[in-house]
């Protein structure tokens, strides 16, 4: 799943505020056509940071649930549309919706396979003792549009 990617910033939070922030910090470069592939154990925290991008961007704060059952929600976002995915009950990538002219969040990308687009942003989210970690990943155009946003931040830590 990571193909022609780098590692662009990998950042510690302590709580569901730093998810927010970060989410905040993030949302502002989005645009029509991105996918952010949102990686990570069952709990990590995908949804949580789903549901604080969605809410970073403008629009009124809402409710974001996990789609799980669905497989996808969708959020009108100011200029964008947010498509919001989770892929955990996908058997068989081919079931997958195509991806179009939203921004897409997807959980569990891994389940898409061959299916899930180059150009894409990955968030690896994992937990720690302190909190969650977001390992951020993505080919030169997301370094290029990310860079003003983790501006000081070491890419390794």
């Known amino acids: 799943m990571h193909d022609q990617t780098d ?5 510690s939070v302590a709580d569901e505020d730093g998810t927010r922030d970060l989410a905040a910090r993030i949302a502002p470069v989005l645009a029509a ?13 995908k ?6 991008l969605i809410n970073a961007l403008p629009g009124d704060s809402e409710d974001v ?37 939203a ?3 997807i959980e569990w990308p891994d389940r898409l ?12 989210i994992s937990e720690t003792p302190a909190g969650r970690r977001f390992v951020i990943s993505g080919d030169a155009a997301w370094a ?4 003003d946003v983790f501006e000081g ?5």
């Open 7 to 11: 590692r662009i910033a990998d950042v």
């Open 33 to 45: 056509g991105d996918v952010i592939a949102l990686a990570g154990t069952l709990g990590a925290g």
């Open 47 to 52: 949804t949580a940071f789903a549901r604080a």
């Open 65 to 101: 649930p996990s789609p799980t059952f669905t497989l996808v929600q969708t959020y009108p976002r100011g200029a964008l549309e947010i498509w919001h995915f989770d892929l955990y009950r996908l058997e068989d990538p081919e079931e997958a919706y195509e991806l179009g002219d």
């Open 103 to 105: 921004v897409s969040l």
């Open 113 to 124: 396979g061959r299916l899930m687009p180059a150009g894409r942003l990955v968030i690896d």
């Open 144 to 147: 290029a549009r990310l860079a």
């Open 153 to 157: 931040t070491p890419p390794h830590g």
